[in-house]
């Protein structure tokens, strides 16, 4: 189950959070297991990063961080 949550983990917290919204009682039901499950979807996610990259992108940060504000702003 773990490798199929983080193959995953992208697309589970954006779906998780439309049902919430479409299914409100179910989402009252599964509220204490929220933080829970976005700490490990989150970890699921990290662990797929590419740590080559991020070094790398770290040599240029002004597109890390121009990416960031997007982000935020958005």
Do not use: E, S, Y
């Amino acid at each position: 189950m773990l490798r199929w949550l983080n193959r995953q983990a992208a697309w589970a917290l954006p779906c998780g959070l439309l049902v919430g919204l479409l299914v409100q009682d179910l989402a009252a039901l599964l509220r204490p297991f929220v933080t829970p499950l976005i700490f490990l979807l989150t970890l699921a996610g990290f662990l797929r990063v590419d740590w080559r990259q991020i070094t790398a992108a770290l040599k240029q940060p002004i597109p890390a961080i121009g990416a960031t504000l997007a982000i935020l702003i958005g």
